[in-house]
């Protein structure tokens, strides 16, 4: 079952204490592609400018994405430079933003992308996420991920648009705002209220809450001894999670647990290198073996 997502692509500039790499590909649409592509076909809808580099559109083909919604726009590609620093590898700091051509963007898709069932908006302004629902014809699961900047700035029309979707990733921090709620279960049962039946939080190195009306589950983050770079391993776990269940197409018990799992074994590689270079060369065999490492940190009484 195919997938299509909406969000960014960008040009990334990135400084941890690993070291500092520029003009990576990054962006949300691309972070969460490269890990749902393991699963499944994947449709990205996104926009960059005439300066986008070909070796990026090349290598973005190349793993199988279908890029065919991709539009390429007069002007400049959405850039971010951004740094991590010794000690608070789970927090960004936002050195400079070039919105580029996303500042005039609508989203289209292509005749053979519009009946696709699995849609997936990752974070990006929740007023032309909205526009891609006039293209859709028969979407049997939508997810919606958003950062704390439309939380801060656009709640109204994030809030609009969670009335529309079925399932709402956010980080513990996102979750807090958004809800108003300090406890992470009082918070996603505020979220689930507002629309999605299922709410997925992030807890980053402390793992993942699961939260619907029948089930709730937690699981531990798998343990990496050191973190390269954390761009792009919200979206990453997304591309796991929504890939997944586009493959089994179905929401049950153990499928929404297993899609869990793989998501937080995926994320788990994006850390260990700058940008996609660890889960673009990522295989099957690879997340199958981390997984059931992650299994065995469960408690078994």
């Not at 029309?157 to 809800?179: C, G, I, P, T, Y």
Request: avoid cysteine; proline fraction near 4%.
């Amino acid at each position: 079952m195919s997938l299509v997502v909406l969000g960014t692509v960008a040009l990334d500039h990135v400084k941890t204490p690993s070291g500092t790499k520029k003009d990576m590909l990054g962006g949300s649409a691309a972070h969460f592609a490269m890990s749902a592509r393991l699963f499944t076909d994947v449709h990205l809808v996104a926009v960059v400018g005439r300066d986008f580099p070909k070796r990026h559109l090349d290598f973005l083909k190349h793993k199988g994405i279908d890029i065919s919604s991709l539009k390429i726009a007069k002007g400049k590609t959405f850039r971010w430079k951004g740094e991590y620093r010794q000690g608070d590898l789970n927090t960004a700091l936002t050195l400079a933003t070039e919105l580029g051509v996303l500042e005039n963007y609508v989203p289209e898709l292509m005749d053979h992308q519009k009946h696709l069932p699995n849609i997936f908006l990752a974070n990006f302004d929740p007023d032309l996420q909205v526009q891609l629902f006039k293209h859709l014809k028969a979407p049997r699961l939508i997810g919606l991920d958003s950062m704390n900047l439309w939380i801060t700035h656009k709640p109204k029309s994030l809030k609009r648009l969670m009335k529309m979707v079925h399932l709402f990733v956010a980080n513990d921090s996102e979750a807090r705002a958004l809800s108003g709620e300090n406890n992470l279960i009082m918070a996603a049962r505020s979220l689930k209220a507002m629309g999605p039946k299922m709410i997925v939080i992030k807890k980053g190195e402390h793992g993942v809450l699961f939260y619907s009306d029948k089930l709730m589950f937690s699981f531990p983050a798998y343990p990496v001894d050191k973190v390269v770079d954390p761009t792009g391993a919200g979206d990453t776990f997304a591309g796991g999670l929504m890939g997944y269940l586009s493959r089994i197409n179905k929401l049950d018990d153990k499928t929404l647990r297993r899609a869990l799992l793989y998501a937080t074994t995926v994320a788990s590689f994006n850390v260990q290198g700058f940008g996609m270079a660890r889960t673009a060369s990522l295989s099957m065999r690879e997340v199958e073996a981390r997984t059931k490492e992650l299994i065995k940190f469960f408690a078994l009484v």
